[in-house]
């Protein structure tokens, strides 16, 4: 409360008001005639306001912030987001009732005044001068929209709005003469519009038509006479006068309103009073705001998108320019997601794993040829409880996924297939592939320095048995690990890294790979988009398309809608159609007979890839049929969980697979995804067996080797163990029996293992 000074003299506050209410009825601020300065007064509106005449003529406005809406590719809401719930809409979508309402109770001479209430502010001075304090307003409904207009501009941050909503008479000044330039631009309806659209209501509601929702759960169209006095009491305090929190002072002010209403005559009085019998009539809706909201846990699919939009700069130059653009909301975003692909991969991750397993899964589905991203879930759900997360397993680190992505094993092979039938080795291309080897140096590098095996390392197969010559098609079906290092050290690694960088593959913290040869072996953390997106080039014969989430924006600003520019796939050609045909065909094989057999599709053509790494901690399966490309992880994002004596989703597993456990998850994603759609073929190749007679002892002709792909131990399958068959005439020594898992005795070359992973201090 203001005090007095010694001597009964009045407060600089009430000097201060005197002052003010003098100046405007001697018509000085309405004649536009200069203030004298009020820095005397020691009072400041934005920085300092000099005088009258020397504000800014006109008032920005900013366009108001809205909910923005986000739609699956079939035009269905996915969710809603915004920093504040509004939804714009015009006067005559608003009830009579509560612009009557809001009228009665904040400004009664609205519509006769300008935009100072010459007597209103007579009236107020007179009053607080009398008590001491300022114990009445004089601003007019225009003034109050003025005043929201700055604390709109202000946005978030709490400085400026402290600033917006100070109470000096520098502001004061600003106001009034922002108020009167409104007055005569816009005419009262338009501003009583402006009004009821831009005030905050309590509840995260801005505006009237939220309001409506979040209180009566209806449009603002639909109000009656008692839910709008309601709604225009809580103005003067949404805090205090809560309906959810304090049902009693609600009603006394809703009264309160009801009275001034048939004072003013705008209801009779019985109306009135008949009005203030009826109960509150609350209908909350609560508030939806944000992704954790979505549909068909589209959750971390519809954080992708916002990901996408802060960060690309095709909507705007700066992250805060695109910020500002979100914050602002308006926009109606149609997204490549469709329900069918959606609900199939959450469906298929529910049956699999649960949400308290000691580990996660996490799917992603592109379509080859355009790299729409058509469906994306994980176990663990969108939220900060016990069980939950808001990483985005399935994407890299600088999208809101976690910091390193996950080590690949096995499923990095076929890139290293792809670089060397680009280089012009056969398909028939065959290695001494030892059971045992040092790492081969010196390896050609893209820099010219050859990568040399300074320590010594060495890499071992599976078993003592898996020892070589073999050809690339056994060794894919096998995972030959020296027969990967052989190729790598013959082509060099500048065409491996050549094909990965055309693939767009990058580890997750969008590093590029590092030139050692173990990167052959899947040692680094990729994440799931990234891995579907370049599988998805095999399926459309070496094309290779950038994956994108969003169709189309438009965005809603005052009554205007225009429609934003969104990033493009770019494709670009990663390999030749003979090396992709090539490399389908072999991938073909897996799920056929190998170790995706689990994973495979019974009504059409599939390809893929099982892999297992370090201490059975990442367990994948990559696939893709001709129109679809599918990614699926599994494992603890901590990488601190060894998938050995598990039990996912209900099921025990002695060792998780490749195939076991992602395989199955996305066989059924897959399914239920391409049910009712097209089934082409892929344009296979003619891959010649090896000859019969140097493998009799371990498999019949080499190509039903049923090995287990590397889903072992060490990282790319070092350490298989096998869940493969060994072959139809073999004695079961090419695949293992699942249980024959060697501990290693090798040593690892720097580099081999992925870094500081998701471990202490990462994000899981």
Known sequence: MPKKRSGGGLSSTQQAAKFLGVSVLAGAVMAGIALPAVGALGLAAKGSVESFDELPTNLKTPPLSQRTTILDADGGQIATVYSRDRTVVDLKDISPYIQKA???????RFYEHGAVDLKGVLRALNKNARSGEVSEGASTLTQQYV?????????DDATKVAQATQQTIGRKIAELKYAIQVEEELGKKKILENYLNITFFGQQAYGVEAAARRYFSKPA??????ESALLAGIVQSPSRYDPVNDEAEAKKRRNTVLQRMAQVGDVSREQAAEAAEAPLGLKISKPKNGC??????ASFFCDYVREV???????????????????QGGLTIRTTLTPQAQESVQDSLDDHVNKSDSVAAAVTLVEPGTGKILGMGQSKPFGYDKNETEINYSVDHGMGGSNFGFPTGSTFKPFVAAAALEEGRPVTQEYSSPYEMP???PVQTCSGKPWMNEGGETVPNESESEVGPYRLKEAMALSVNTYFVQMVADIGLCPV???TNGLHVVQGNGDKLPEVPAVSLGSKGISPLTMASAYAAFASRGMYCTPIAIESITQKIGDRQKSLEVPKSTCSRAMSEKTADTVNTLLQGVVDSGTGQEAGLTDRANAGKTGTTDERKNAWFVGYTPNLSGAVWVGSASQQVKMVNVTIGGVPHAKVYGGSVPGPIWRDAMTGALSGKE????????IPDPDQDRDDDRDDDGNNGDGNNGDGGLVGGLNSGGNGNGGNGGNNDGGGNGGNEPDPTFSIPEGFIQGPGNGPGGRD
Do not use: C, H
Request: net charge negative; aromatic share 10%; proline share 5%.
């Open 309 to 327: 939009f802060l960060n690309d700069p095709v909507f705007g130059k700066t992250r805060e320019d695109r910020a500002r653009i979100w914050n």
């Open 439 to 441: 790492y081969p140096e």
């Open 221 to 226: 169209k639909d109000l009656n006479l008692q």
């Open 292 to 297: 954790i909201t979505a549909v068909n846990d």
């Open 679 to 686: 089934a082409p073929s892929f344009n296979l190749v003619n």
């Open 497 to 499: 890294m050549k094909m």
């Open 147 to 155: 005043k929201n207009v700055f604390v709109e501009e202000a946005g």
């Open 102 to 108: 809001i009228v009665a109770i904040e400004d009664s």
